[in-house]
């Protein structure tokens, strides 16, 4: 569904995505998970359109998307939320969401309908009239899912929606995305709740420096030296099998 | 619609129709034809800035298209009025496609985009006092022939029920974006541009709309104005004051809200007035007071009028 | 030869007139340039200024260069109190509400010197108004050589000012990062009241170096504001140099504009380079960094 091949992007001199492949089929849940700063964030705006990528190639359904701006990504059914929440903060949920669904509804009705039957999903129900900006972190997380849920997207891509979460509220919303999926959605998240991760995905992408350094199922992963290193730093992978033997 | 709006509506209505015929003097009626004018004015300014937020400071530029487009066709080249008035219009229009295309193009926002209309209405009323063509420094004067192919009209009943239909235009086309995708679309973009291009909207496209609507309700405005003076000037017609005018009202009124910009007018208009009567035509009192009124509001009542009303009704 | 006989006392005119508006636009550069405040009442602010100097001088007879050293500290602190006591309290400290403000206040301005000043044109006698100073190519009238030399000094001031002392970091770190500044430890409301009261300090000299060759009336300020805003951003936002180096641009500019296009259209010139630079080079030409 989604592929990616030898997409780079610099800033200034800074190398933030190096010639990373990436290949997603329809249905899965995938993860991407990586240290603060391997780019993760920079290689979910390549593929949503939000920064025109140096180098590569994003197919998606595929046809090529890369350098197509945000809305048309959209509109071929490809959604992004982001990390940093960002709620229409004047309007109240149902409008939030409605934004989304008049994506495949022109009528305002059919939209605010539509936004009902969403929040319902998501578990947002009684929270219909609420304005977005009094809502806690949690909510606004649930919105940001929401809203991107209403466009009907075939892909849908997560960044970070579990950040700020208690343990409760994750499990709520692992169980919102799993049902997400259910409905027939293929989702790339972003996401740093590792228990959420080895539940969730099927397929775990592991960036580094800009690079993909792993590929593989969580469990396998979850074992991989490379991996413990680049989060624990140099030498960690070692001291901890040492400190098992 | 709930059945107590209904009856709202439908007495507003009948009191604006009797309103003329109700009010003794001359001066009165003068008074409501300016106030709806400029009602009509800051609704049109509504539209981007309210609705798109996209504050122009430069919606003169608009209404002298109007004015002048109208002036110069039936002066120059013989229009009559008729069709001289949907013409301008329509130039008022491809002037706002022309500033919001190369603006909105640029990613111009925030206060950059008030400057850069700012200096469009400024250029313009060098440009229309600096030839010939358009009155130089002199202004144009409509000749008078009062007969309804020139719109002009013996009676200023007939002006009083062009400036509220117009008011009545700028309500509808309000009512039309609250409840439209394109006017769902255009509020996202006014609460987060990045957010609403997520989910799939053209960003460029629907502030190009809505500049485009914006313009062509202000040249509209600018076009009543030429037919009800008879005159124009650049100064009066591309000068900041009429600017400052469209967004004052929508600001005291309540910005992105339907009838802000009308209560705004009124609140205003009334409040000069209200001066006048109490000390005496003093030049600049009233405006003293407008400029209070604008500070004071940003400091307490930052919703406007509208946002104050229906804040007492949730307390209520 | 002809040519040049008319283009170069044209652009000394220009770099006089230049210096004018770069003198008003340095406070502004403060005060747009490094906080980012639209200040619409700026050229209120001015017209208050030459009034004020004005009276100074009809009143009780102290030359306008004099009164540089009352206007200035009293416009600082007219300064100081509009931003605290005014503009931040009613914009709620939000960028896109503060130009609703500055507006509001220069239409009080404008209108409270309109009610009690009228409308007329005033002018002060000064013995030194007409001597000129003889540069062979052109003769240029002292006042206009003496604004000339103080914007350069004014310039040169403000950036060592910037550049050297804690309140001038303290001015750049608020600009840079508001919240981070206000963690530090720095008193967010007292440095944009400080940088306010000294951009409005600026408009006061401005005032009393103009007045010996101008005018004015309660209008006076409208002229200026755009040219300002103009000067601002061809210079690059908050660039001291390229304010100085920006209004002696625009007043060249609009001189040689004036003597080609004629005298009506002088001043398209500088409206036409001011979109052109906010649409395709909104950090200035001399401001390299992106903002």
């Excluded at chain 1, 609420?130 to 899912?145: I, Q, S």
């Excluded at chain 1, 979460?165 to 919102?176: K, M, Q």
Aim: one cysteine or more; aromatic letters at 8%; glycine letters at 12%.
């Amino acid at each position: 569904m989604l592929e990616v091949r030898g997409l780079t992007h610099r800033f200034g001199g800074l190398v933030a995505v190096s010639e990373v492949d990436l290949d997603l089929p329809q249905g899965r849940i995938a993860a991407l998970i990586g240290p603060n700063g391997a780019g993760k964030t920079t290689l979910f705006a390549a593929i949503a359109g939000f920064l025109r990528p140096e180098r590569g190639q994003i197919r998606f359904e595929g046809r090529d998307i890369a350098g197509l701006p945000p809305h048309e990504i959209c509109r071929l059914g490809m959604t992004r939320t982001f990390q940093i929440v960002q709620p229409f903060a004047g309007l109240s949920v149902r409008e939030n969401i409605a934004v989304g669904a008049h994506l495949h509804h022109r009528d305002r009705g059919a939209a605010l309908d539509r936004a009902a039957a969403i929040a319902e999903r998501v578990g947002m129900a009684a929270l219909l009239d609420r304005p977005a900006a009094t809502l806690p972190v949690a909510g606004r997380k649930r919105l940001e899912l929401a809203r991107a849920l209403a466009t009907e997207p075939r892909l849908l891509l997560l960044d970070e929606v579990m950040a700020g979460l208690n343990p409760t509220e994750i499990n709520d919303i692992v169980a919102t995305i799993r049902a997400i999926r259910e409905g027939g959605v293929t989702v790339l998240m972003i996401e740093h709740v590792m228990q959420a991760v080895m539940s969730l995905a099927e397929d775990v992408y592991v960036l580094n420096q800009g690079r993909i350094i792993a590929h593989g199922a969580p469990s396998a992963i979850a074992a991989d030296a490379k991996v413990i290193e680049a989060y624990l730093g140099h030498g960690a992978a070692a001291r901890l099998a040492g400190a098992a033997a | 619609m709930n059945p107590r709006l209904v009856v709202l509506w439908t007495v507003g209505l009948l009191v604006a129709l009797a309103l003329p015929h109700a009010v003794a003097s001359n001066a009165w009626l003068n008074f409501w034809i300016n106030t709806l004018m400029f009602a009509a004015l800051g609704i049109a300014w509504n539209v981007l800035g309210g609705y798109g937020g996209q504050s122009s400071f430069g919606h003169a530029v608009f209404f002298g298209t109007g004015a002048y487009g109208t002036a110069v066709l039936q002066i120059k080249l013989g229009v009559p009025a008729l069709l001289a008035a949907p013409a301008a219009i329509g130039l008022g229009a491809l002037v706002g496609l022309f500033i919001g295309g190369v603006s909105f193009r640029y990613g111009l926002r925030g206060s950059y985009f008030a400057l850069v209309t700012l200096a469009f209405a400024e250029v313009f009323r060098i440009l229309v006092s600096s030839f010939a063509f358009t009155g130089a420094g002199f202004g144009m004067l409509i000749p008078l022939d009062q007969r309804p192919i020139n719109l002009q009209f013996p009676s200023r009943f007939a002006f009083y029920y062009a400036a509220l239909a117009l008011v009545g235009i700028g309500l509808a086309a309000s009512a039309m974006i609250e409840r439209s995708r394109f006017g769902a679309y255009l509020v996202a973009i006014r609460e987060n541009e990045e957010a609403a291009k997520a989910l799939g909207i053209d960003v460029f496209r629907i502030k190009l709309g809505a500049i485009v609507l914006s313009a062509a309700l202000a040249a509209a405005v600018g076009v009543f104005y030429a037919q009800y003076l008879l005159f124009v000037d650049a100064g009066s017609a591309f000068g900041p004051a009429i600017s400052v005018e469209a967004l004052l009202g929508p600001i005291v009124g309540g910005a992105g809200t339907m009838l802000g910009p009308l209560l705004g007018a009124i609140a205003l208009h009334g409040l000069g007035e209200a001066a006048k009567a109490a000390m005496g035509p003093q030049p600049g009192l009233n405006l003293i007071l407008q400029g209070l009124l604008l500070i004071l509001m940003l400091r307490f009542l930052p919703e406007g009028l509208i946002g104050a009303i229906r804040r007492w009704r949730g307390h209520a | 030869m002809g040519e040049l006989g008319i283009v170069v006392p044209a652009v000394l005119a220009g770099l006089t007139t230049g210096a004018i508006y770069a003198l008003v636009a340095l406070g502004l550069t403060l005060i747009y340039g490094v906080l980012h405040i639209i200040n619409f009442a700026h050229g209120s602010l001015l017209m208050l200024a030459l009034y004020a100097a004005f009276f100074l001088k009809t009143l009780w007879g102290i030359d306008p260069y004099a009164a540089v050293f009352v206007l200035g500290p009293a416009f600082f602190a007219l300064g100081y109190v509009l931003q605290r006591g005014v503009i931040w309290p009613a914009s709620h400290g939000q960028d896109s509400m503060i130009l609703m403000v500055t507006l509001g206040l220069s239409i009080v301005i404008d209108n409270l010197a309109l009610a009690l000043w009228t409308s007329s044109t005033r002018t002060v006698d000064l013995p030194y108004a007409f001597a000129v100073i003889d540069l062979k190519l052109a003769l240029i009238p002292l006042p206009r050589a003496v604004a000339f030399v103080a914007a350069l000094a004014a310039a040169g001031l403000l950036w060592l000012f910037l550049a050297r002392t804690d309140l001038g970091r303290a001015i750049r770190a608020v600009a840079k990062e508001r919240l981070g500044a206000q963690l530090v430890g720095i008193d967010v409301r007292h440095v944009y009241a400080m940088c306010f009261g000294l951009g409005t300090a600026c408009v006061a000299v401005a005032a009393c170096l103009l007045l010996p060759t101008f005018y004015v009336t309660p209008q006076v300020g409208h002229a200026f504001v755009l040219v300002a805003f103009t000067t601002v951003v061809l210079g690059g936002m908050g660039s001291m140099e390229g304010a100085l180096i920006g209004g002696l641009v625009l007043g060249v500019v609009e001189t040689l504009c004036g003597l080609f296009l004629g005298e009506s259209l002088g001043q398209i010139g500088i409206f036409a380079i001011f979109i052109l630079i906010l649409l395709f080079r909104p950090t200035g030409l001399f401001g390299g960094k992106s903002a």
